[in-house]
């Protein structure tokens, strides 16, 4: 025993998850728990509520990039909350006495941000369909003056800040790579659009920025 209080989840004998498992709960891991509920909840409904876009017109630019997005996302993000919230004995962990779990927090929590201020900096340009609008311009305000494409980055951010605030490694290489791999596709067929749409604009434009990290890619 290494002197950590463990609390037994509904010792009634009542499962404490829909297949009929009763599973120890580090006392240790529910604050973190509770805050990646929080987090996640807070990340919904920013991006479903406050910073809701328009899907987009439909036409050749996307390349099946939202679509791969979605399944990427979707699948690794179940998998995330199922086995954190029924099988968190498993999967999670305090890590570095707790230090590893609030620097996920402080990470999700960042990417929150980061992901509001694009699209509210983009406007009607930040569409779900990689597109091009009739009147499209180029956007250089906020985070566009760094980098050129902050929403992808915030939402890389959310999704390595929630596996990291509850000790969920597996939901890193589950969710976050697979995503990260998905969005490297996105950039690459959004930026072809983009080029062909708007020319030599943004193509001085990709010279003086970055693409997810500044001074980096």
């Avoid at 987090?39 to 017109?57: C, D, F, N, W």
């Avoid at 997005?69 to 570095?96: D, E, I, K, R, Y």
């Avoid at 009739?134 to 980055?153: A, F, M, N, Q, T």
Wanted: proline letters at 6%; a positive charge.
């Amino acid at each position: 025993m290494d002197g950590r209080e463990v609390v037994q989840v509904n010792p009634g004998g009542i499962p404490d998850n829909p297949f009929g498992v009763s599973l120890p709960v580090d006392a240790t891991l529910i604050p973190f728990l509770i805050l990646f509920l929080a987090t996640g909840i807070a990340s919904a409904i920013a991006e479903k509520v406050i910073g809701r876009i328009s899907l987009g017109p439909k036409g050749r630019w996307d390349r099946f990039s939202l679509l791969l997005l979605n399944l990427v996302q979707s699948s690794g993000s179940t998998f995330l909350v199922v086995t954190t919230l029924f099988w968190s004995p498993q999967f999670c962990h305090v890590v570095a006495g707790g230090l590893v779990n609030l620097l996920g927090i402080v990470i999700a929590w960042t990417g929150i941000l980061i992901r509001l201020r694009a699209k509210r900096v983009l406007g009607r340009f930040f569409t779900a369909r990689v597109a091009i609008l009739p009147d499209h311009r180029l956007v250089e305000e906020g985070p566009y003056r760094l980098i050129r494409h902050p929403g992808y980055l915030g939402a890389l951010l959310i999704y390595l800040g929630l596996p990291l605030s509850v000790g969920h490694f597996w939901a890193i290489l589950w969710l976050w790579l697979p995503t990260l791999a998905a969005m490297i596709y996105r950039i690459v067929v959004e930026e072809r659009a983009l080029i062909e749409g708007l020319g030599d604009v943004y193509r001085q434009y990709q010279a003086r920025t970055a693409r997810l990290i500044p001074h980096l890619w």
